[in-house]
C-alpha cells in the first residue's frame, strides 16, 4: 500500500509532466527540430513567416519526425 504522501508526490509528478507535454516548443526546441528540413524544403521562404508555416504544410508527408513531432505539439498548445 502507497503511503499518502508519496501517493500525492505521484499525483504531482504525473500532473507536471502533463502541463509540460502541452506547452508550446521553445524556438530553439523549433529551429533545432525543423532545421534540416527548412533548408530541404522551404529555404526560399523567409523564417517566421505564415508562408514558411504553409510550406511546412505542403511538404507534411516529407518532414521528418521530429520536426513533425514539434509542428504538432505547437498546434495543440496554441488550441
Known amino acids: 500500500m502507497l503511503s499518502p504522501a508519496f501517493s500525492v508526490a505521484l499525483v504531482c509528478l504525473f500532473a507536471s509532466a502533463a502541463a509540460a507535454a502541452d506547452q508550446a516548443p521553445s524556438r530553439s526546441e523549433m529551429r533545432k527540430a525543423c532545421y534540416s528540413d527548412y533548408k530541404r524544403l522551404c529555404s526560399d521562404i523567409s523564417p517566421g513567416s505564415g508562408e514558411l508555416r504553409q510550406c511546412f ?23
Do not use: I
Open 57 to 79: 504544410a505542403d511538404h507534411k508527408s516529407e518532414l521528418s519526425a521530429a520536426c513533425a513531432d514539434v509542428l504538432k505539439r505547437q498546434a495543440a498548445a496554441k488550441g
